[in-house]
T-cell receptor, first 114, second 109 residues
Framework: NAGVTQTPKFQVLKTGQSMTLQCAQD?????MSWYRQDPGMGLRLIHY???????DQGEVPNGYNVSRSTTEDFPLRLLSAAPSQTSVYFC?????????????FGPGTRLTVL | GIQVEQSPPDLILQEGANSTLRCNFS?????LQWFHQNPWGQLINLFY???GTKQNGRLSATTVATERYSLLYISSSQTTDSGVYFC???????????FGSGTQLTVLP
């Protein structure tokens, strides 16, 4: 199992550009999430999905779009990048069957918006 | 929403020393996890421990759910233990993690 994979590892954008951060998992997990981590802070939830076709907002959703067309993939879209979106982005997945909610994280994407 | 407080915020140890990190949370939880973020930014799962005690080598963790706290013990610390330790919880009404602000651990050779 590759676990949770993210691409790209690094990205530099100019203000106003758009891009998609990719996330995939091969563990057949129902739940997938996107978090952002700003310097010196813990992670904050952007969007999450409890299954294909179902998404919902987290703590900091503004400026981001998601969709979940398959169980394996959960891309995060920045429609018009802003410097405030400079951060490290983590994708996570979990399978809360039988009441176990343990989440597994990808390696992260470091995004800089100039 | 739920509050997650970690202490101490910073900790500097000499190699070989022991340490205890604490996580307090303000509501009942379905999930509590401890992570180690290494200097390269990777998040490593240490423990999934909504209640009880677990051990993995030099690390162990205890969660007392009724008193809303968890402790992470690191024994015989090594320089490779350096990094940030995060506690994260899923409260009973939610589905995703809320993170504490972390404990920055530095182990000196």
């Amino acid at each position: 199992n590759a676990g949770v994979t993210q691409t790209p590892k690094f990205q530099v954008l100019k203000t106003g550009q758009s891009m998609t951060l990719q996330c995939a998992q091969d563990m057949n997990h129902e739940y997938m999430s996107w978090y952002r981590q700003d310097p010196g802070m813990g992670l904050r939830l952007i969007h999450y999905s409890v299954g294909a076709g179902i998404t919902d907002q987290g703590e900091v959703p503004n400026g981001y779009n998601v969709s979940r067309s398959t169980t394996e993939d959960f891309p995060l879209r920045l429609l018009s990048a802003a410097p405030s979106q400079t951060s490290v982005y983590f994708c996570a997945s979990s399978s809360p069957g039988q009441g176990v909610y343990e989440q597994f994280f990808g390696p992260g994407t470091r995004l800089t918006v100039l | 929403g739920i509050q997650v407080e970690q202490s101490p915020p910073d900790l500097i140890l000499q190699e070989g020393a022991n340490s205890t990190l604490r996580c307090n949370f303000s509501d009942s939880v379905n999930n509590l996890q401890w992570f180690h973020q290494n200097p390269w930014g990777q998040l490593i799962n240490l423990f999934y421990i909504p209640s009880g005690t677990k051990q993995n080598g030099r690390l162990s963790a205890t969660t007392v759910a009724t008193e809303r706290y968890s402790l992470l013990y690191i024994s015989s610390s090594q320089t490779t233990d350096s990094g940030v330790y995060f506690c994260a919880v899923i409260p009973g009404s939610a589905r995703q993690l809320t993170f504490g602000s972390g404990t920055q651990l530095t182990v000196l050779p």
